[in-house]
C-alpha cells in the first residue's frame, strides 16, 4: 500500500552538482508530475507526463529534465543545481487527467548551498 | 489567466469553533476546484472536489465547501474543528489543457488550532 513514493527524502548540494530525484507510484496511473512548493507560492508545477515515454513542461521547467521509461517512475534531474532550486519537491500521480485527483508524495527537501 | 487567491495567510481558531477558508479564483469558464490539505511533514490528500452540480459539497474529515460563481469563491468550512486539523490548506482550480487537468493552487492557509 506504498502509492507514491520518492527518494530522497533530504538532500544537500553544492551549486553545480547534479542530482536526481526518483519518484514511484504503484497505483498504475497514467500521470505523474513534479511540483515544487516554495513559502508563500503554494505548488508550481515543473514538468509532468501523460503516459510512459511522454513528458511536458510545467510552469517552471527551466533547470530541470524528466523521463518517464517506466510507467511507474518519473525522474526529475538537476544538471547544474542553483540556490534558486532549494525548495521541496513533490511528485504526484493521477488516474484519469478530468478528475484532478492527485495523490501525492511526502515530499523531497533539496537544500543547494 | 487562471489564478487563485487564499487571502489568509494564517489562521488560528480555538478547538470546537467553527472554521471558514476562504477561496477566490479567476478562471474564464466553469472550473474544477479543489481543496486539500497538507499535514507536517506530508505531502497534500484531497479534501474535496468541485465539478458541477450541487454547489454545496462533502469532503472528508467533516469538511464541506460551497461553490459561489457570482463570487468566484470556494470557501472551506467545517462547523467544529479538531486538533488534528492544524496544518495548511491549499485550494486549487483546475485547468483543462490538451484533455489533460492540471491544477493551479493557491499560496495556502496555514491552520492552528487552540486547545
Known amino acids: 500500500n506504498a502509492g507514491v513514493t520518492q527518494t530522497p527524502k533530504f538532500r544537500v548540494l553544492k551549486t553545480g552538482q547534479s542530482m536526481t530525484l526518483l519518484c514511484a507510484q504503484d497505483m498504475n496511473h497514467e500521470y505523474m508530475y513534479w511540483y515544487r512548493q516554495d513559502p508563500g507560492m503554494g505548488l508550481r508545477l515543473i514538468h509532468y507526463s501523460v503516459g510512459e515515454g511522454t513528458t511536458a513542461k510545467g510552469e517552471v521547467p527551466d533547470g530541470y529534465n524528466v523521463s518517464r521509461l517506466k510507467k511507474q517512475n518519473f525522474l526529475l534531474g538537476l544538471e547544474s543545481a542553483a540556490p534558486s532550486q532549494t525548495s521541496v519537491y513533490f511528485c504526484?500521480?493521477?488516474?484519469?487527467?478530468?478528475?484532478?485527483?492527485?495523490?501525492f508524495g511526502e515530499g523531497s527537501r533539496l537544500t543547494v548551498l | 489567466a487562471q489564478s487563485v487567491t487564499q487571502p489568509d495567510i494564517h489562521i488560528t481558531v480555538s478547538e470546537g469553533a467553527s472554521l471558514e477558508l476562504r477561496c477566490n479564483y479567476s478562471?474564464?469558464?466553469?472550473?474544477?476546484l479543489f481543496w486539500y490539505v497538507q499535514s507536517p511533514g506530508q505531502g497534500l490528500q484531497l479534501l474535496l472536489k468541485?465539478?458541477?452540480?450541487?454547489?454545496l459539497v462533502q469532503g472528508i474529515k467533516g469538511f464541506e465547501a460551497e461553490f459561489k460563481r457570482s463570487q468566484s469563491s470556494f470557501n472551506l468550512r467545517k462547523p467544529s474543528v479538531h486538533w488534528s486539523d492544524a496544518a495548511e490548506y491549499f485550494c486549487?482550480?483546475?485547468?483543462?489543457?490538451?484533455?489533460?487537468?492540471?491544477?493551479?493552487f493557491g499560496a495556502g492557509t496555514r491552520l492552528a488550532v487552540h486547545p
Open positions: 486549487a482550480v483546475g485547468k483543462v489543457s490538451g484533455g489533460y487537468n492540471k491544477l493551479i
Open positions: 504526484a500521480s493521477s488516474l484519469a487527467g478530468r478528475t484532478g485527483e492527485l495523490f
Open positions: 468541485y465539478f458541477s452540480g450541487d454547489t
Open positions: 478562471y474564464g469558464a466553469t472550473p474544477y
